[in-house]
C-alpha cells in the first residue's frame, strides 16, 4: 500500500465538549513549530452546515474569518493565533461540505458508474481535504481536530477517515485523546472512569488513543495515571496532564514541561528535538505579573446566558483586546452591556461614563440596535475611546448623521428596507441574495486592500499606506453622505482601491473614535498586537478613570 506523504495528529475529544480541544490542538502547533517543524492545524466540524456562516453565534461562538473568506470555527483563530500562521479554506471541513463534493461528484459521473456509498466514499473524500492541506501547507505536521466527542454518531465518519489512514500508515499517524477528568464536589477526587469510556468508545470505532490529555480542575496524580494507562491501554508516560490555568496561552508551557512533543514525535516514527519556547515563555511570564487594567465595555447582544456562551461569540475581540492591552502593560476587564437596556434607561447608559473605552463589535438585525446608538453618542460626547468593528462602524455613521449632521431618519436599510436616509445601504447584488434567501456564504467575505489617509489617527498606528483586512457584511457605506460626514467632522480615512467603498471613518478632535467596515481582530497575534486594537487601548489607559 502507498505510504502517507505527511505526518497527522488527530485530535479527538472525550466526556463532553468544551474542555479545550481546540486550544490544545492549538498548542501542540505551538510546539512543534517552536521545534522547528512545519505545521498546518484542521478543524473537521461534524455539523450540516456548509460552513459556520449560518450558525447562530450564541449557540455555536464566533465565525472566524479566513483571508479567502471562509467563514469558519472560532478554533480556527486559535490556531492562526497560537501558530502564527494564516490558514485558509483548506483547513476547515464540515459534514456538510464533504457530502456536497461527493454528491456532485456523483452527479458528474466522477465516480465513473459505481454505487456511491457513504464508506468508503464519504471518509475518502475526508482523507483527500485532509491531505489536501498538508500540501497546500507544505505541512510537515498536520493536526486534524474532529468536532464533538467520540461516541457521538455525528463525527463517526471523520474517525472512520482517520482509522482508514492509521491502516494505511501507521507509523505517520497519531491519536490523542482529548478527555475530562471530573472532581465531583460530594467526592473531592478526581474520577477517571469517564475517560476510560471515551477510551472503549474510541477503540469500537477502531482506533486506539496512543496519547490521553486528562483536562480537569486538578492535576493528575500517580495513581490515577496508572489507572488510566492500564484500562485505557495507553502508556503511562503517554498519560498527559492539562489542570486548568488563568491564560490559555499557558498551556503549551503546561503540556511541554511533560514532554508532549517528543512523545508524540517518537509515536510518529520521527527523532526527538528541542523546543525553543523562550520568547512564548516570556511572553507568559509578563501576562502574569501584569497589574494594571483597563476597563473596557463591550456592547452588544450575542450574550446569551453565562459567561461561557458570551466569550465564545466573541473571542476574537477579546484575545485581540488582552493582546493589546498586555502590549501596553495592562490587562483588560471586559464587561458585557446590553444594548436593550439603553433604549429605555437613562442612568444604565450614564453608567457607562465609567468605562475607559467602549467596544462595540459586529452584529446583525435590529434588535438593541437603537441601544447600541445611544452608547456610540455618549462615547462621541463624552470623548470616551470608541472602537466600532463592522456594525460599531455602520451605527457610529448612522449616529453622526442623526446627531450632528441632523437628518434625524438617518439609518441601515438592515433595519428598515425604506429608509429616507439610509446612510448604510446594500448594493443590487446583496439585495438579490437576500431578496432570494441566498444567505450561505454571499456576504462580502475575506481580505480586502485598503487605503488610509495620511493624516489620520489610522495611519499612524499601521505605519503604512495599504493595509489589508478580512470582511465579513451585506451593508455599506452610502457614498451619497460622504461629503456631508466629512464637512461635519467625521473623516472617511480608508477607503478600498479598487471598489472605492468607506472602510475606515475617525472622529476630528476625539481621543480615539474610529469605525472599521473590517473585522481587525482576526488579525491580532499574541505577541504582535493588531495596531488599531493597540492604540485603541493606549487612548482608554490615557482615559483610565
Ligand atoms: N450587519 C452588518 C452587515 O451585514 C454588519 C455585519 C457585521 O458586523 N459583521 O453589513
Not at 512533543?261 to 525553543?276: A, E, T, Y
Not at 429605555?344 to 453608567?351: F, G, V
Request: charged letters at 25%.
Amino acid at each position: 500500500m502507498e505510504k502517507l506523504k505527511h505526518k497527522y495528529i488527530f485530535v479527538i475529544g472525550g466526556v463532553l465538549s468544551g474542555v479545550g480541544k481546540g486550544i490544545t490542538t492549538a498548542s501542540l502547533g505551538n510546539i512543534f513549530k517552536s521545534k522547528g517543524f512545519k505545521v498546518t492545524a484542521i478543524k473537521a466540524d461534524p455539523y450540516i452546515n456548509v460552513d459556520a456562516g449560518t450558525m447562530n453565534p450564541v449557540e455555536h461562538g464566533e465565525v472566524f474569518v479566513t483571508d479567502d473568506g471562509d467563514e469558519t470555527d472560532q478554533d480556527m483563530g486559535n490556531y492562526e493565533r497560537f501558530l502564527d500562521v494564516n490558514l485558509s479554506s483548506t483547513n476547515y471541513m464540515t459534514t456538510g461540505r464533504v457530502y456536497t463534493t461527493v454528491i456532485e461528484n456523483e452527479r458528474s459521473m466522477k465516480y465513473k458508474g459505481k454505487c456511491v456509498q457513504v464508506v468508503p466514499h464519504i471518509p475518502e473524500e475526508i482523507i483527500k481535504r485532509i491531505e489536501k492541506a498538508a500540501e497546500n501547507n507544505d505541512a510537515e505536521i498536520t493536526l486534524i481536530e474532529i468536532g464533538g466527542t467520540v461516541g457521538e454518531y455525528e463525527n463517526i465518519l471523520f474517525l472512520e477517515a482517520a482509522r482508514m489512514m492509521k491502516m494505511k500508515d501507521a507509523s505517520s499517524v497519531a491519536f490523542v485523546l482529548v478527555s475530562y477528568l471530573p472532581v465531583p464536589a460530594h467526592l473531592g477526587e478526581m474520577k477517571t472512569k469517564p475517560t476510560q469510556h471515551a477510551a472503549r468508545a474510541l477503540s469500537s470505532a477502531g482506533i486506539n488513543a496512543d496519547m490521553i490529555i486528562a483536562r480537569g480542575e486538578q492535576k493528575l496524580d500517580k495513581p490515577r495515571r496508572e489507572k488510566l494507562a492500564v484500562f485505557c491501554g495507553v502508556n503511562h508516560e503517554n498519560i498527559i496532564s492539562a489542570p486548568d490555568v488563568s491564560s490559555i496561552y499557558e498551556i503549551p508551557l503546561t503540556l511541554e514541561q511533560q514532554d508532549i512533543g517528543n512523545k508524540l514525535l517518537k509515536v510518529l516514527d520521527i527523532l526527538p528535538r528541542k523546543s525553543k519556547m523562550n520568547e512564548w515563555k516570556k511572553f507568559v511570564a509578563r501576562n502574569n505579573k501584569v497589574e494594571k487594567t483597563v476597563k473596557i465595555a463591550v456592547i452588544g447582544k450575542y450574550f446569551g446566558t453565562g459567561d461561557y456562551t458570551l466569550a465564545d461569540s466573541y473571542v476574537s475581540v477579546i484575545e485581540a483586546t488582552k493582546h493589546a492591552a498586555l502590549y501596553n502593560g495592562a490587562k483588560p476587564i471586559l464587561e458585557w452591556v446590553d444594548s436593550e437596556e439603553f433604549e429605555h434607561n437613562p442612568i444604565k447608559l450614564k453608567q457607562l461614563e465609567k468605562y475607559d473605552g467602549i467596544i462595540v463589535p459586529g452584529g446583525f438585525g435590529s434588535r438593541g440596535v437603537e441601544g447600541i446608538i445611544k452608547a456610540i453618542e455618549l462615547a462621541r460626547k463624552k470623548k470616551i475611546p470608541y472602537f466600532g468593528l463592522c456594525y460599531g462602524m455602520q451605527l457610529a455613521t448612522v449616529e453622526f448623521v442623526r446627531n450632528v449632521v441632523g437628518k434625524k431618519d438617518a439609518t441601515t436599510v438592515e433595519i428598515n428596507t425604506d429608509a429616507k436616509e439610509p446612510v448604510i445601504h446594500i448594493n443590487p447584488n446583496q439585495a438579490k441574495n437576500v431578496k432570494e434567501n441566498r444567505y450561505g456564504g454571499t456576504m462580502r467575505l475575506g481580505a480586502y486592500d485598503c487605503i488610509l489617509e495620511k493624516d489620520s489617527l489610522v495611519y499612524k498606528a499601521y505605519e503604512k499606506r495599504t493595509i489589508s483586512e478580512r470582511h465579513r457584511h451585506r451593508y455599506e457605506f452610502n457614498d451619497d453622505y460622504r461629503k456631508l460626514i466629512d464637512k461635519a467632522g467625521l473623516k472617511v480615512v480608508g477607503v478600498n482601491p479598487e471598489s472605492n467603498l468607506v472602510e475606515i471613518v475617525e472622529l476630528k478632535n476625539h481621543p480615539f473614535f474610529v469605525g472599521v467596515q473590517f473585522h481587525p481582530e482576526f488579525k491580532s497575534r499574541p505577541m504582535i498586537p493588531h495596531p488599531l486594537f493597540r492604540e485603541f487601548v493606549t487612548a482608554a489607559l490615557r482615559n483610565k478613570k
